[in-house]
């Protein structure tokens, strides 16, 4: 069987993996052997965080409304209850948005959801 020595296609393979992991600290971005390892771990990282960042601002939602929410004296789940019952569209980005940049409108809405609450 003949030996292969893959010309280009090595070096190719090996500078790409090192100039995934430019940046990166001591061995990590000059060692092939290192920088691959750490290129796979890191793009586990990065696929697991992209899932991450949704729960994460899911949550920061929550706290934001849920601030503002206490302010006009009612909790969270009560105002998401009372929006829902009255057939509001809206969704926690746009209400935590709401929230910091506009109270006005978000005591509007406050109001709306203790006014579906009550006829419910």
Do not use: C
């Not at 209850?81 to 009255?86: E, F, P, S, Y």
């Amino acid at each position: 069987m003949p030996r292969v020595k893959r010309g280009p296609k090595r070096k190719n393979k090996r500078s790409k993996t090192l100039a995934l992991a430019k940046g990166y600290y001591g061995t990590k971005s000059k060692s092939y052997r290192m920088a691959k390892l750490q290129v796979e771990k890191s793009l586990v990282y990065a696929y697991r965080d992209r899932k991450a960042k949704k729960r994460d601002f899911r949550g920061l939602w929550i706290i934001r409304i849920n601030a503002a929410a206490r302010e006009h004296e009612i909790s969270y789940s009560r105002l998401v209850d009372g929006l829902k019952k009255a057939g509001s569209e809206i969704n926690r980005k746009m209400l935590a948005e709401l929230a910091v940049s506009d109270p006005a409108a978000f005591g509007h809405l406050v109001g709306v959801a203790k006014q579906a609450l009550k006829t419910a």
